[in-house]
Each structure stands twice: as C-alpha cells, then as structure tokens.
C-alpha cells in the first residue's frame, strides 16, 4: 500500500502481487515452489457467480487442483443465512462468512483456528479496496482478478469495477 498526496488530499495506492484475469490464470505451481501453502478466495464474482451459490464445473475442477497442494478456504463478507447454508453445502473446504474484509480481525480468528500462518497464504479476490487491502493488511501474498462473470455484468457493475481500479498502483 502506498499514500500519495495530490492537490492536499490523501490518496492510497494499492498495489496486488499479481494482477490477473481470473482464478484460472493462477500459476499454482509457482505458488508452492515459492512456499504458499494456503490459498484464501473470495466467493462472489471469484469462485462463483454473485449471489448464485453454484460453482461451475470448471470451477469444481480447478478448486480439485488447488486442494491438492494448498489449504483453501473461502473468506466471504456475505451474512445471507440462506445463501451461507447453501454454499457451505457444497463447499468441500472451510468457509468463513461475516468476514468484515478489509478488517483483519476474523480472518485472523480463522487462520488461527487452522493452524494457519497469514504470511504462508494468498488472498485472492476481485475488489481491490476489500479483498486486496484485507490481503495486505494479514501479511498475505495478493491476486486480483476480475470478476468470474466480467462478460455479462451491466455496464453499472463494470463502470464501479474500473472506478474501484483507479486504487491501483501498477
């Protein structure tokens, strides 16, 4: 993270490890050789589609890969009782809901609860200003990516997306 300052006001910079496309673009190969052993998704518009609860089977597929070599979880800020049930249903792996992203302190809870060190993980998710920065505030390794449906958001959806992206130091 870096500030900057223009014109008097504070602006903050930040700046993911990786910037990719999407989920499937991740090197996992390159993530063990260089020591991550845990891996952190966000769910909605990274794993799976937002608010759909169903991940596809190309999803399923490469979710198989990374539990091969990686402890992976999903860390979610969603509190819909009804949707957390669903995918925790078909969710084979730990699943944290009421995350509070980009606050550090139940993600730090979980990761304590799974013997798991901050700085030995990945944060992956597609909002900068929650996912990236809860990333780099835990001491995490970052991958942002765009959204898993980028091709049939509105134009509202994206036009946030690419204002959100302006906090992106290249």
């Known amino acids: ?29 390159k993530l063990y050789q260089d020591g991550i052993k845990g891996i952190l998704f966000d769910l909605d518009s990274t794993l799976m589609a937002s608010k759909s609860g169903t991940y596809t089977d190309k999803t399923y597929s490469f979710i198989k890969n990374v539990k ?15 949707y957390i049930k669903k995918v925790s249903e078909i969710s084979h792996f730990p699943v944290l809901f009421h995350a509070c992203k980009p606050k550090t302190g ?45 091709d049939s958001e509105s134009k509202l959806v994206r036009f946030v997306r690419k204002l959100e992206r302006l906090f992106i130091k290249k």
């Open 68 to 82: 091969e070599k990686f402890f992976m979880a999903v860390v979610s800020n969603n509190k819909n009782p009804e």
């Open 106 to 150: 139940i993600v730090l809870q979980f990761l304590a609860k799974h013997n798991v060190n901050p700085k030995d993980c990945v944060l992956v998710g597609d909002r900068p200003l929650t996912d990236i920065l809860c990333g780099k505030r835990l001491g995490c390794k970052t991958i942002l990516v765009d959204s898993i449906t980028a």
């Open 1 to 29: 993270m870096q500030l900057q300052e223009l014109s008097g006001l504070k602006i903050m910079f930040i700046k993911p490890d990786y910037n990719l496309k999407s989920i499937y673009e991740i090197d996992l190969n």
